[in-house]
Antibody, heavy 117, light 106 residues
């Protein structure tokens, strides 16, 4: 069974940091570019970041550039998102996903990050 | 930056055809993917590369893409099709989502 399981979300104060993790299983993780997508409460999907197969190349949305860092460990089938200098507007459910643009395509169930004092 | 425009909401009578549009500058030259998302759930891919259905998605779902508009068509709409629908493309190495459309089946 294919699974993407996010963890690491929670309540953090503005200016604080969190590290999200995404554990992949049931598919060949190293053969997929991986992405983080977020969704603020009651709002739409917003792409955050992506990383290539080996972890040597990453891209970020302008809103998180310089504050967030995506990484992966193919040996452990893990994807990460280090989030620093968090702001209230970063409050959202964060999904890890393959966004493969083909069949199959995989998404986790998300982890909620709340930035509030 | 590239923008995708979707109507906030679309309503369709039970059993009729719903069409959800996604507008973007010359979107016809891009591959468009569509997701639906039900409350409390993760998004699910329903159409990829303009007009391809993943396994498990009913034939009632189809897509087209030309000029400045991509369209998701849902034939014989069912109550179970009620969801938020998002279009998505790649633009110069980044991913762009449309704002989402809430489909209501009356």
């Amino acid at each position: 069974e294919v699974q993407l399981v996010e963890s690491g979300g929670g309540l953090v104060q503005p200016g604080g940091s969190l590290r999200l993790s995404c554990a992949a299983s049931g598919f060949t993780f190293s053969q997929y570019w991986m992405h983080w997508v977020r969704q603020a409460p009651g709002k739409g999907l917003v792409w955050v970041s992506r990383i290539n197969f080996e972890g040597s190349s990453a891209m970020y949305a302008d809103s998180v550039k310089g504050r967030f860092t995506i990484s992966r460990d193919n040996a452990k089938n893990m994807l990460y998102l280090q989030m620093n200098s968090l702001r209230a507007e970063d409050t959202a459910v964060y999904y890890c996903a393959t966004l493969s643009g083909s069949d199959p395509d995989y998404w986790g169930q998300g982890t909620l990050v709340t930035v509030s004092s | 930056s590239y923008e995708l425009t979707q109507p906030l909401s679309v309503s369709v009578a039970l059993g009729q055809t719903a069409r959800i549009t996604c507008g973007g500058n010359n979107i016809g030259i891009k591959n468009v993917h569509w997701y639906h998302q039900k409350p409390g759930q993760a998004p699910v891919l329903v159409i990829y590369r303009d007009n391809n259905r993943p396994s498990g998605i009913p034939e009632r779902f189809s897509g087209s893409n030309s000029g400045n508009t991509a369209t998701l068509t849902i034939s014989r709409a069912q109550v179970g099709d009620e969801a938020d629908y998002y279009c998505q493309v790649w633009d110069t190495n980044i991913v762009v989502f449309g704002g989402g459309t809430k489909l209501t089946v009356l």
